[in-house]
């Protein structure tokens, strides 16, 4: 399996409900990011977490990072239409001499229904 | 403060052609990556340049591609006698500091092989 990889592949709620998306990856990591993607459009970047940060907030996101299990989540409370996107867990390793690129994982598909 | 910016955003070829994609990167950030993105999938690293200097070069194909990053102007990807399995969305990104810091994303150039 690959590093990075998000779990659900796909997620359908209701406006209002909150969402959770989750990411695992295999390696050592210095940051975590996640990005939005809509539909045929670049990434949007959404947050970066360090490998030595458990918790971060931003507006109505929530990133949480157990290093311990090699593990991230995104949580979005109070969900709206316009989140509906794909959403990407990328990760940057670190200490290694090939520098700071970023491993993605294939992503979870996220439909808000109004 | 413009964003990346990739031009063309939609470009078509026929086999055997050279695609020529460009980068800017946004203002003050001196590091540049490119992925390529597959239909359905999550995005692959290409290639991580600074001003000059290719920094890793792991991600992209041994033959037909090839990216620069010259003092003055953009970067630039280019694949030469393209191959229909290249059509593909080619997202760079650039950020502010080696390694470790958000990475920022371009729309994206859409190639198509004939």
């Known amino acids: 399996s690959q590093q990075g990889e998000e779990d659900p592949q796909a997620l359908s709620i209701q406006e209002g409900e909150n969402a959770t998306m989750n990411c695992s990856y295999k390696t050592s990591i210095n940051n975590l990011q996640w990005y939005r993607q809509n539909s045929g459009r670049g990434l949007v970047h959404l947050i970066l977490i360090r490998s030595n940060e458990r918790e971060k907030h931003s507006g109505r996101l929530r990133v949480t990072l157990d290093t311990s299990k090699k593990s991230s989540s995104l949580l979005i409370t109070a969900s709206r239409a316009a989140d509906t996107a794909s959403y990407f867990c990328?990760?940057?390793?670190?200490?290694?001499?090939?520098?700071?690129?970023?491993?993605f994982g294939e992503g979870t598909q996220l439909t808000v229904n109004p | 403060n413009a964003g990346v910016m990739q031009n063309p955003r939609h470009l078509v070829r026929r086999r055997g052609q050279e695609a020529r994609l460009r980068c800017s990167p946004m203002?003050?950030?001196?590091?540049v990556y490119w992925y390529r993105q597959l239909p359905e999938e999550g995005l692959k690293f290409m290639v991580y340049l600074q001003k000059e200097n290719i920094i890793d070069e792991s991600g992209m194909p041994k033959e037909r591609f090839s990216a620069e990053f010259p003092k003055e102007g953009p970067s630039i990807l280019r694949i030469q006698q393209v191959v229909r399995g290249d059509s593909a969305a080619y997202f760079c990104a650039s950020s502010s500091l080696s390694g470790y810091n958000e990475q920022f994303f371009g729309p994206g150039t859409r190639l198509t092989v004939l």
């Open positions: 990328a990760t940057g390793r670190a200490k290694e001499t090939s520098g700071s690129r970023l491993t």
């Open positions: 203002k003050g950030h001196s590091h």
